[in-house]
């Protein structure tokens, strides 16, 4: 094995399994909860209700039916908690709860109906597997699978349950994998016209951050009833003209998903958003208020949040050349010891009493070994998460504390940085993988509609929260 095997990512999509695995609640949350979806945290603990000592009991029913199989109350609760917990951990603003709460029970009714696809096809997560996805999370976390497991059950969880729902969401991934991303293609010419599109300093580099509170109108919606929904439009946006909270407005009025966001759709380009959205909004300054807009669906009154020149990045980047010493914990060597003994090298490191690079050579368990834990020139997102976000908070010359990663314990030391051009070459590579991200996100949404229009869901009674 290689130091390239042991510290390079998997293929992009499984590592989206693992780093985005969140327990099925990122899709509910605003883009700034989903960095912290897998920090474990003691602030804000699910709560059982027991129906003694004059607490209440929450007897547990089924609140939907997704081809026959049912959705119960409790895991509606369950998730609906976690959620919680995530904009509270963040300091942000909760939504209705019984908002909150149609949403997860929504969430839930989409995973039953893909992992009912999952099941039909074959498709199985292993023990193995299973295990791999819970050390990365772990590791991820900066902790030893025990000492996470411990975490997970101190947070309300009990450890069965995580790991089912861990399995469950490693199906979704390969099941999206099998049904949306090996379908998603990228051309030359894709390439040549996000480029151009890039280069052409119009529409192409405009990116837009847009609210919008949508006034669903039913498509058998009668004339009177459509100027009704109409009024309401346009009542919605004077009141947004005249200073009210929009998110408020988007909660309250709104018939769209970003609804439990606060209408807000983050950051998109141009060519990512509704042309009628955008030629609406291109010319007003941030703040400004566009609307009632009638559509297909509806009618929209959109907020501009914001407002930038995009494109791709840079032509050059910073990278980095480190060394590291790695150890593996096995039966011989528990991971608490693993971090002493590098601990012990760091300090001898330290002292002058040995160089880096001999200990390297001496102790590291992967094929850097052989030229003293040399990791060569690499660019950003080459090392997997938790070993890059270590090494890029490193100084030249300065060490890590031990750090604990999906493969290991490794102690990091930065040798150098420098700034690099983009090649040609590497301008189209990243290119082509912003166009794929496109393709697969708007293939994947409208994968999962589809699949979630054909399931029959029978919805039994509202869910006691």
């Known amino acids: 094995m290689t130091d390239r095997d042991t510290l390079y990512p998997a293929p992009m999509a499984a590592l989206r399994a693992l780093a985005g695995v969140s327990?099925?609640?990122?899709l509910l949350l605003p883009p700034s909860l989903h960095a912290q979806s897998l920090r474990l945290s003691n602030q804000v603990k699910p709560s059982l209700r027991v129906a003694q000592q004059g607490v209440t009991l929450t007897a547990d029913f089924i609140v939907a039916l997704v081809n026959s199989e049912p959705v119960t109350n409790n895991e509606v609760r369950q998730r609906l908690l976690r959620v919680e917990q995530q904009y509270t951990q963040r300091g942000v603003a909760l939504p209705p709860r019984e908002t909150l709460a149609r949403q997860v029970l929504e969430q839930l009714v989409s995973e039953r109906a893909q992992l009912q696809r999952a099941a039909e096809l074959g498709i199985r997560v292993d023990d193995a597997a299973l295990a791999q996805a819970e050390m990365t999370i772990a590791a991820q976390n900066q902790l030893d699978l025990e000492e996470f497991r411990r975490r997970v059950v101190a947070d309300g969880m009990d450890i069965n349950r995580f790991r089912n729902e861990l399995r469950n969401q490693l199906l979704l991934q390969r099941l999206q994998e099998r049904e949306v991303e090996a379908s998603v293609t990228v051309t030359e010419a894709d390439i040549d016209d996000f480029l151009r599109e890039q280069n052409s300093g119009d529409?192409?580099?405009?990116?837009?951050?847009?609210?919008?509170?949508?006034?669903?109108?039913?498509?058998?919606?009668?004339?009177?009833?459509?100027?009704?929904?109409?009024?309401?439009?346009?009542?919605?946006?004077?009141r947004a003209r005249a200073g009210g909270d929009f998110a408020a407005l988007a909660r309250e009025f709104s018939g769209a998903a970003e609804r439990v966001n606060g209408g807000e759709f983050g950051w998109r380009t141009a060519d990512r958003l509704p042309s009628l959205f955008v030629d609406a909004t291109r010319a007003l300054p941030a703040g400004g208020i566009a609307g009632p807009l009638r559509s297909a669906a509806g009618f929209h009154v959109l907020k501009v949040l914001d407002k930038r020149q995009g494109g791709l990045p840079d032509a050059s980047l910073i990278q980095t050349r480190s060394r590291h010493i790695l150890l593996r914990p096995s039966a011989q060597l528990s991971q608490a010891d693993a971090v002493a003994r590098l601990n012990q090298y760091r300090e001898q490191i330290a002292s002058g009493k040995a160089s880096f690079e001999e200990l390297a050579k001496e102790h590291s368990q992967d094929g850097s070994a052989r030229s003293g834990g040399d990791l060569g020139w690499v660019s950003p997102g080459q090392f997997v998460p938790e070993f890059e976000q270590a090494m890029n908070g490193l100084r030249p010359g300065e060490m890590s504390q031990p750090l604990v990663s999906r493969f290991g314990v490794h102690l990091i030391r930065?040798?150098?940085r420098r700034e690099a051009a983009l090649s040609q070459r590497d301008q189209r590579e990243m290119a082509r993988g912003l166009v794929r991200e496109k393709k697969a996100g708007d293939a994947l949404r409208n994968w999962i509609q589809d699949l979630r229009g054909r399931a029959f869901v029978e919805y039994r009674e509202a869910p006691r929260l």
């Open 203 to 238: 529409l192409g580099k405009l990116e837009l951050s847009l609210a919008h509170v949508l006034i669903l109108v039913p498509e058998d919606a009668s004339p009177a009833r459509v100027a009704e929904l109409q009024a309401r439009a346009q009542m919605v946006a004077d």
């Open 23 to 26: 327990l099925g609640v990122a």
């Open 414 to 416: 930065v040798e150098e």
